[in-house]
């Protein structure tokens, strides 16, 4: 590592560390004001971006009387002379006479003047070649507007764009959609004691966040090339301010690894000084996690830009991810601060005093139940590989049997619901 050490007058001691929840808050808030700008995308470019205004019909749904069956369109009583056949994608002419019957497919329009379907299964042919059969008393097809009328909204604003709302876009007319432009995020990896290949050894751990970080950012909604990853950065302070100011110029939000307390190799507060940032946060009152910030610059193009500070320490790293990141991703998509679901506690869960506690989990979605892992340690990430979330202890209280917890949810696939 290196040993350039900042002047101890030049060190500034760190200030009283922000609420855990007032951190959440806050962090959303500023990203609320910087939401990203709307665009418009085709359909098949949408999936994992934000809805920038509400889905509608460009038509009812169905917009036709629709089949449902095959069968036979009919009109007056049968049996049935049959005049001719619709399929699937055909306008057919209307039934004008009583006693008639075209051939219907499934999907496929009913004509006007039909009095009902009959199911293919459930009509026989008499000897003359009439069609018999007795129609159900419900009638078996879509009427128009069945799912939706004309211009109905369907989805709000701020639903986050999956296969399923792709497919809805598509049902009711839709070639494109207005989104909110995903967020463009770097990584700098800082720490010259790290390895990018190979077992750690001989005083050498091995960078776990790197390749996990982007990862999770994309799960997130975030837009990370392999170019927008870069480290490890030189523990000096000119290689700081020269990695950040590079992945700055093409990102909106630039996470950054260790170097995140002051101590002689952290470069970090210093490099962000000399950008001319401004801290959002600087330390939350959360444990794993605590030594975390975000701050904010103005770019060239008078939009904001983000650098958020993740420990060094990888179960902290990603505590700081979910507090941090996540609120303000949601701000720049213009989406509500998440609500954070609840969970009842399986066994114990002891409080950090003052401190907010991020203890992982492993939740039982069906029965509400969370149960704490092991392997929780800030430099472990055995016990995060098969956790589904954090469980927030308050500070000065402890999770006991029983207790109904908020739980942060780590991050799926962009668009993936829970099930």
């Known amino acids: 590592m290196s040993t350039e050490t900042a002047p101890a007058a030049d060190r500034v001691a760190p200030p009283p560390p922000a609420g855990w929840e007032e951190a959440r808050s806050r962090v959303h808030g500023v990203g609320l004001a910087a939401v990203l700008p709307e665009v418009t995308r085709s359909l098949a470019e949408t999936d994992g971006h934000i809805l920038a205004e509400p889905l509608t019909t460009r038509t009812a749904l169905p917009a036709f009387p629709t089949s449902s069956v095959d069968g036979w369109a009919v009109r007056g009583a049968g049996p049935w002379r049959v005049v001719g056949q619709v399929l699937a994608g055909g306008t057919p002419t209307p039934l004008t006479e009583d006693g008639t019957t075209v051939e219907i497919a499934t999907g496929a329009m009913v004509p006007e003047g039909a009095a009902g379907v009959l199911r293919v299964e459930e009509s026989s042919r008499t000897p003359n070649g009439l069609v018999a059969g007795t129609l159900r008393s419900v ?34 007319g839709h070639d494109s959609l207005r989104v909110r432009r995903q967020p463009r995020a770097a990584l700098l990896v800082f720490g010259d004691e790290l390895l990018t290949a ?5 005083g050498r751990v091995r960078d776990a966040l790197g390749p996990a970080v982007p990862a999770w950012l994309r799960r997130y909604g975030c837009v990370v090339r392999p170019s927008d990853v870069v480290g490890p950065v030189a523990d000096t302070l000119p290689a700081h301010v020269a990695a950040l100011r590079g992945a700055l110029a093409g990102a ?35 444990r794993p996690g605590f030594p975390m910030l975000l701050a904010r610059l103005t770019g060239a193009d008078g939009r904001a830009r983000f650098v958020a500070g993740l420990p060094g320490n990888p179960q902290s790293a990603i505590v700081a991810l979910v507090s941090l990141v996540a609120p303000l991703l949601a701000g720049l998509a213009g989406r509500p601060l998440p609500a954070l679901p609840h969970a009842t506690l399986a066994e114990p869960i002891p409080g950090r005093g003052d401190h907010t506690r991020l203890a992982l989990v492993r939740l039982d979605r069906a029965a509400g139940i969370a149960y704490p892992v092991g392997h929780v340690g800030s430099a472990m990430l055995r016990g995060l590989a098969g956790a589904d979330g954090f469980a927030v202890i308050r500070p000065r209280t402890s999770g006991e049997p029983g207790d109904r917890v908020p739980v942060v949810p780590l991050p799926l696939l962009p668009g993936e619901r829970v099930g």
């Open 139 to 172: 009638p078996e097809w879509r009427e128009p507007g069945e799912e939706a009328d004309a211009g109905e909204e369907l989805l709000p604003a701020g639903i986050s764009v999956d296969p399923a709302v792709i497919g809805l876009a598509a049902s009711c």
């Open 198 to 202: 190979g077992p750690p050894g001989a």
């Open 252 to 286: 909106d939000l630039v996470c950054t690894t260790g170097g995140t307390m002051h101590g002689p190799v952290d470069h970090l507060h210093p490099a962000l000084a000399a950008l001319g940032a401004g801290y959002v946060v600087n330390t939350v009152a959360v």
